[in-house]
């Protein structure tokens, strides 16, 4: 089948590599933010492991092609996929009335972007609209599938889905659309059926969701501070309910990322706008937002606000291991705050530090380091906020003999508090009372 | 010589009983159609109305002659300048400064002033910033989110008075910060607000010029026993919950205010006169620096138009100089102001201050007693609810009476609640009549109606003869800059009736005294043998004791229907 791709996000390119893959002639125009230059030699915008070269396989044999020209990937697709970033809703909007005056009826759009709750249907009419206003046939579908996919993991959540939730309103083009999907839908029949808004909902509703838990167990983690319990047992007597389930329950530092924190902030605004006295979500969202502070506010107790001149090493930026995204990563929240108490940061991250110095710019108080080790001299104190694999066994006597202080704020939970004691470290976790321990 | 003998004094006191005692509001308007032209000043987007007071063009240049042979821009040109003119106390008076750009000059002994002041605004923005940004942190190191205002007159007044005014102004990065004002000695409001506020979270400003005004330190210490209630840190404490505001850096360092946290001004700004210093803190903190400065800027402008207009067409000149006419001249027993919008709630209550501090006062600069009377009583309220109360003494009272009305012409562009904007525009219409229509009441009386209205009044007590003057201050709309223009406006209006009046209106030294006496009789009411040898005060005092020993029986608590309760 031919396919149009709209968008350069993960989405649009996970989308765009998976349906090649299998056979399909897949021409994607990249949203206006990303240069085409950087697309061809497959500098992604991202960092998807696996994604580039599997790209440059499609590329190579022709079955995926970059197009900068409307007109011809407007009359190349049988199916179009709109992928568009969350906020680029009026993008989105001008974009499909060009393609309802130039597509070839019947078109059938698959909107992936999450814009808020009734736009594949504004979609559908705006294109409607357009046609019907030049005397075009009106022919347009326009289909809902909301993105499921978790950064770092994207290409296994296209091509082995759990479930493939689609929205539709008519049954015009869902005999299309299914065909098109239909190599990933193997297994057990995954096909999940609703309206368009019922599907974007649902995701909504999933995200938030997720984001409760995670929000509930940081409270929990820091309700255990106090009540000198250590949060990680408590984690694990949860997570065996099957009710509740393992995932999405470790305390840390908040949550970030692009898509996962906007949804929750889109969820809440539609969900505070439209029915009265809901707060849960704003809730949630608050206290994320309270806990990216959290290694900040734990060092401020620990050093008794005494922190103007101190030097601090911060092991990790990106807002979860495996990416260079910092999108709402909790790091951006601790930089501002360490730095408005006059503290020195010496920051390392495998992945993300350039997009940390293009955020930043240059400063005396933040020094790129391109080795953990490196970044822990002169410090007085190491912070961890990603869980990065190399992270979890470090050289701890170096780590005591770089930082006499011997003080570590884990934001992830990775270190054993009792082992960490043993070795004469003052280690600091979330929700780890009981681990709150002073050195000599 | 007093002022009353003097020959402009007299000239009026002869205009005023050979010719303008017998003419009434409506005759002046009969037999003068251009009063209006003839009578209003407009200048910065400010009108200023006095065609509905009892004055005719000769009226004018009378008073012009009494300010002139007052030697008014003499004085003017002292005050800016720095000269000491606060005489008592041997002091200048240059609020003026607090507010001009930084190349202005003027010296206190020699030494210019303008860049300390600046310096202190910069300071202050720092400050400002800090919280702003969420990352002026409590103890536990989450962000202040509530700012409690602890000072009493011209430390809380103002501030308060301009924030409450300029609300719709606030900056986005103030919308999570809560603005409080406490200032009553007796920790009425303190009390209740500390019930629901957070130690983590809240952050002290400690307002004396002085800093040893009993009332605010009294406050801070139930302050300072509230977070010692959290924070065992007692610098932690002081550091980060506490700011001080004062021109007295050694008293603040005495009482524990952190030196990165002291704000400073200086003893030639008179308490009542600060609200354009660093005691104008809550202010910015709600408008940002960039409101603030446009605050200062509409009481500069203010300045620069008293400095330089003609006083027949100078607003603070005028406003004074009418005052000055009704109350020693026609026998005005009183003078209200009269705001025409809720916002401006607190202007009476600041400008009952100003005026009453600075003016009540029954010796001229040589310490020498008046044969005239100085400050009247001044009043006031938002106007359409004093129109439920106090302003029918005007209507219908048996004193003659002045006012002041103001009002904002536009308000509601935009800002609004949903569905409400065209509703309040109406309102805003709607209190703008009442304004123009009290005030036209006033003058006209039942004249204001039409004969065949007058016609039904047969009853005698529903006769209202009307002849009460009246200013009627417009501006186009209520902002930071036109809020700062207002207040210097009648800043210097007290300090031209002072200069008419020959008084010093920068000391208080009626204050001091009863600080004093207040001190010693505190002292008093533990000292349980302590008589004054005055009997009113010594039975008040016997009554204290005798009702607080009852309430310190335990049994007389149980007896007021405390019981213990079972679990």
Partial sequence: ?440 | MSVRQSPAWKAIEQHAATVMEKSTLSQLFTQQTDRFECFSVQADGLLLDISKQRINAQTLELLVSLAEQQRLDHWIEAQFSGEPINSSEGRAALHTVLRAPLESRAAVDGVEVAAGVHQSLDKMEGLVERIHQQQWRGYSGKPISDVVNIGVGGSDLGPLMACHALEEFRLDAAQQLQLHFVSSIDGSQLSELLKHLNQETTLFILSSKSFSTIDTLANADTAKRWLAEKITNPQVLLQQHFIGCSASPEKMSQWGIAEANQLLFWDWVGGRYSVWSVIGLPIALLLGMTGFRQFLAGAHAMDLHFRSAPLASNMPALLALLGVWNHNFLGTRGHAVLPYDGRLKYIPNYLTQLEMESNGKSVNRDAEAVDYDTCPIIWGEVGPNAQHAVVHVLRQGTQPLSCDFIAPVLRYRGNTAAGTRDPLQQQQQLTLANCLAQSRVLMLGDQALTAQEQAKLTRKDQHYPGNQASTTLLMESLTPFSLGQLVALYEHKVFVQAVIWEINPFDQWGVELGKQIAHQTSAAIQDRDYQFGESSTDGLLAFIRGVADQKVNPQAELNTGQQEGEI
């Fill in chain 1, 1 to 440: 089948m031919r396919v149009s791709v709209y968008g350069s996000g993960l989405t649009a390119l996970v989308t765009a590599w998976a349906l090649a893959d299998v056979g399909n002639e897949v021409l994607v125009l990249p949203d206006s933010a990303t240069s085409l230059a950087e697309l061809q030699r497959l500098a992604l915008p991202f960092d998807e492991p696996g994604l580039a070269d599997r790209l440059r396989q499609q590329l190579s044999n022709g079955r995926l092609r970059w197009c900068v020209a409307e007109s011809e990937v407007f009359t190349h697709g049988e199916v179009h996929c709109l992928a568009l970033e969350a906020d680029a809703l009026a993008v989105g909007e001008a974009l499909v009335k060009r393609l309802a005056l130039a597509a070839s009826t019947p078109i059938v759009l698959v909107n992936q972007s999450t814009f808020p709750v009734g736009s594949t249907q504004h979609l559908q009419q705006l294109m409607f609209q357009a046609r019907s206003e030049r005397g075009l046939n009106p022919d347009v579908v326009c289909l809902s599938l909301p993105s499921f996919l978790q950064e770092g993991a994207a290409i296994l959540n296209f091509t082995r889905p759990q479930r493939i939730l689609l929205g539709t309103d008519t049954n015009s083009g869902l005999q299309r659309v299914r065909e098109l999907l239909r190599p990933f839908n193997r297994n057990h029949e995954q096909w999940l059926l609703m309206s368009t808004r019922e599907a974007e909902f649902s995701k909504y509703a999933i995200n938030g969701m997720l984001a409760t838990k995670l929000s509930f167990m940081n409270e929990m983690a820091n309700l255990a501070d106090q009540l000198q319990v250590d949060i990680e047992q408590v984690r694990k007597g949860v997570g065996s309910d099957s009710r509740i389930g393992y995932d999405y329950i470790y305390p840390g530092c908040g949550f970030g990322g692009l898509s996962f924190s906007e949804d929750v902030m889109q969820l809440a605004k539609t969900v505070e706008s439209c029915v009265e006295d809901s707060r849960l979500m704003s809730a949630v969202l608050d206290t994320n937002r309270q806990q990216k502070e959290l290694l900040f506010r734990k060092l401020w107790q620990y050093w008794q606000a005494e922190m103007r001149g101190k030097t601090v090493a911060l092991w990790g930026a990106a807002f979860k291991p495996g990416t260079d995204r910092i999108d709402n990563a909790p790091s951006l929240v601790l930089l501002q705050a360490l730095w408005a108490q006059g503290v020195k940061v010496r920051l390392y991250d495998p992945k993300a530090m350039a997009r940390v110095e293009q955020r930043f710019g240059q400063r005396a108080d933040l020094c790129c380091c391109d080795d953990p080790y490196h970044a822990l001299q002169g410090a007085d104190a190491l912070l961890i906020a990603t869980e990065w694999k190399e992270f979890w066994s470090p050289d701890f006597s170096r780590i005591a003999q770089l930082m006499p202080s011997k003080l570590i704020v884990d934001g992830r939970n990775i270190y054993d508090p009792s082992y960490m004691k043993s070795l004469g470290f003052t280690y600091i976790g979330v929700g780890r009372s009981s681990g709150f321990l002073t050195a000599g």
